[in-house]
């Protein structure tokens, strides 16, 4: 058996199939049961039950022996571009001290020094990492370097390998501003959004306690919308607070986080176009309260599931363990959790040719060492990917 690269492909004998197309199966995943897939030039062509896999579909069959099939995951949150780790600090919070915003400085000093050669570097090896547990789309954030030069770098590096970057000079107020949190303010909403625009298709901030406050987050988001950037807003981690309203009203296409949230915030999330992205990662490492998916997904909510990786709060890549949390922590279904990583994370990001597996979407296909997605919540920690295709092609 071999892989058609950028040729076709057939992937037969797939005992589950999520294609996220109730057009094409059953309930919201469109689940099809023994069945096929046909790939062309890196995307699918035809879905289906294999008994009726249109002849001389491809040239290069797989024989996937029974196993499910998923679309990769869709990892709308992730930041991977710093230096150093903070052990020490994850350490010290699991023996008893609590996680605020402020360690983020911490890594902020840390990738300013360090040259572009060694961001690159932890950047390769990460989306390296997620790629092998599944995820075959990643967003990345800048906010480690916090002034115009260093959120730039950021930029360049994460654009090097996702299309999807995103501008967060507003993630704390850097030790050099602690005086003056509006001039930093003025600052990321000025001369480092100049900078950092023509790199990224996002622009985000970190709306909570020992970060920026709602007048703030509004001002620099509506400059970036003026850049032709589109928000995204971490709200509601540590705290109640304006993350989710500033974001509806401003149309972001998330509100990230969510652990702490008002009736008001549910209803709006709920009753505009904003997905609630859900991070379950973060609180296993800090252990905070896990938000309430139920909660969203009972008032109408689009939920997404992401990783946060980053090396405070969340310093994990795998989108799997995430599921696996939603499930067990978080109330919802095996497959809510799988559509919420891989669709919910496409309208998280606003594409339509990832997160499915339906004709005229990217072959981002993941298979499984297990016959239904099922297994991914209900054997936790175990390595059940077995192997990852990219634009059709095998990589993992």
């Not at 600052?187 to 920026?212: E, K, N, Q, S, Y």
């Not at 974001?247 to 549910?266: K, R």
Request: charged fraction near 20%.
């Amino acid at each position: 058996m071999t892989d058609a690269g950028t040729g076709s492909l057939l992937i037969d004998g797939i005992g589950s199939l999520v294609t996220n197309d109730p057009a094409l199966g059953e309930g919201p995943l469109g689940l099809v049961a023994d069945a096929a897939l046909v790939v062309e030039d890196g995307r699918v062509v035809w879905a289906g039950p294999r008994s009726r896999v249109p002849e001389g579909a491809a040239r290069e069959r797989f024989d996937a022996e029974g196993r499910a099939v998923i679309p990769g995951f869709v990892d709308s949150h992730a930041h991977l571009v710093f230096a150093g780790d903070r052990a020490a600090e994850f350490e010290a919070r699991m023996s008893g001290r609590p996680y605020t915003a402020g360690g983020i400085r911490t890594t902020v000093a840390a990738t300013r020094a360090a040259g572009d050669d060694t961001l690159r570097a932890g950047v390769r090896r990460l989306v390296a990492e997620a790629l092998r547990s599944g995820t075959t789309t990643i967003e990345c954030k800048s906010g480690y370097g916090l002034t115009v030069e260093d959120e730039a770098r950021s930029l360049r590096v994460a654009a090097e390998h996702t299309a999807e970057t995103t501008f967060l000079g507003a993630h704390v107020v850097p030790p050099e501003y602690a005086a003056d949190p509006d001039g930093y303010a003025a600052l990321v909403a000025g001369p480092m959004l100049d900078a950092c625009a023509p790199h990224a298709r996002w622009i985000d901030v970190f709306c909570d306690r020992g970060a920026f406050d709602g007048d703030q987050t509004r001002m620099i988001l509506a400059a970036g919308k003026e850049r032709g950037l589109v928000p995204r807003v971490h709200a509601g981690q540590l705290q109640p607070g304006p993350g989710v309203a500033v974001a509806v009203e401003l149309g972001a296409a998330s509100a990230d986080h969510l652990t702490h949230l008002t009736d008001a915030d549910v209803e709006a999330l709920a009753g505009g176009g904003t997905v609630a992205t859900l991070l379950p990662g973060a609180e296993f490492s800090t252990r905070s309260p896990y938000p309430d998916a139920r909660r969203l997904l009972d008032a109408g909510a689009t939920v997404a599931l992401a990783a946060d990786c980053n090396p405070g709060s969340s310093y994990t890549t795998s989108i799997p363990f995430c599921v696996a949390l939603a499930v067990r922590e978080m109330r919802m279904t095996p497959g809510e959790a799988v559509w919420a990583a891989t669709m919910g994370g496409a309208r998280a990001l606003r594409r339509t040719d990832v997160g499915r597996l339906s004709p005229g979407a990217r072959a981002d296909i993941v298979m499984l060492d297990a016959p239904s997605h099922v297994h991914l919540s209900y054997r936790p920690g175990v390595p059940i990917v077995a192997r990852v295709w990219k634009d059709g092609r095998a990589r993992a």
